[in-house]
């Protein structure tokens, strides 16, 4: 098993530019996390889902959406990059909802 | 929102001595993970903790489960190079949640 994969591992975007940072995971998981890591920071939630089809907002969800439409895939689109996007981040995965959660490598993204 | 002090925020220690940290909250939760991150990598689980007053090893981590659920702590003995890192407390508080909610890291130094 690959486990939770993301891409792209760095990228640079210009204020206003468009993305979308992919996560993958292998482990049949339901459940699936997006979260941002500023320096000296704990993980801020973003997105989360419970199954495909269905989405829910976390903590910091302004600036950013989601979609699920396989059980495998949940990418993260950011539509105008602001500098405030600088940040690294974290797709997860977890089979219960409230069990262990695995994390991908990460993005490192930088908005100038 | 919830919030997870864990402290303390950084320690430097001589290799083989024994780490102690923790992780508090003013609310209950029902379950704690332990994750540690090194430079340009995503969180890795340690240690997940599900019941009241839990004690439970991997290798050289000893980590518990708080009998008021409100606390949570991480024991690294005779500590070697390779631990060094950030550890991250995290808790599911219940009540339908499936949000993770993150401390903001022990920075762990080792010297040699």
């Known amino acids: 098993n690959a486990g939770v994969t993301q891409t792209p591992k760095f990228r640079i975007l210009k204020i206003g530019q468009s993305m979308t940072l992919q996560c993958a995971q292998d482990?049949?998981?339901?459940?699936m996390y997006w979260y941002r890591q500023d320096p000296g920071m704990g993980l801020k939630l973003i997105y989360y889902?419970?199954?495909?089809?269905?989405?829910d907002k976390g903590e910091v969800p302004n600036g950013y959406n989601v979609s699920r439409s396989t059980t495998e895939d949940f990418p993260l689109r950011l539509e105008l990059a602001a500098p405030s996007q600088t940040s690294v981040y974290f797709c997860?995965?977890?089979?219960?909802?409230?069990?262990?959660?695995?994390f991908g490598p990460g993005t490192r993204l930088t908005v100038t | 929102g919830q919030q997870l002090n864990q402290s303390p925020q950084s320690m430097f220690i001589q290799e083989g001595e024994d780490v102690s940290m923790n992780c508090t909250s003013s609310?209950?939760?029902?379950?704690w993970l332990w994750y540690k991150q090194e430079p340009g990598e995503g969180p890795v689980l340690l240690i997940a903790?599900?019941?009241?007053?839990e004690l439970t090893s991997n290798g050289r981590l000893t980590a518990q489960f708080g009998i008021t659920r409100k606390d949570s702590f991480l024991n690294i003995s005779a500590s070697i190079p390779s631990d060094v890192g950030i550890y991250f407390c995290?808790?599911?508080?219940?009540?339908?949640?499936?949000?993770?909610?993150f401390g903001k890291g022990t920075k762990l130094s080792v010297i040699p």
């Open positions: 997860a995965s977890t089979r219960t909802g409230i069990g262990e959660q695995y």
């Open positions: 889902s419970v199954g495909a089809g269905i989405t």
């Open positions: 995290a808790g599911y508080s219940g009540a339908g949640s499936y949000q993770l909610t």
């Open positions: 609310s209950i939760f029902n379950t």
């Open positions: 903790l599900y019941k009241a007053g």
């Open positions: 482990m049949n998981h339901n459940y």
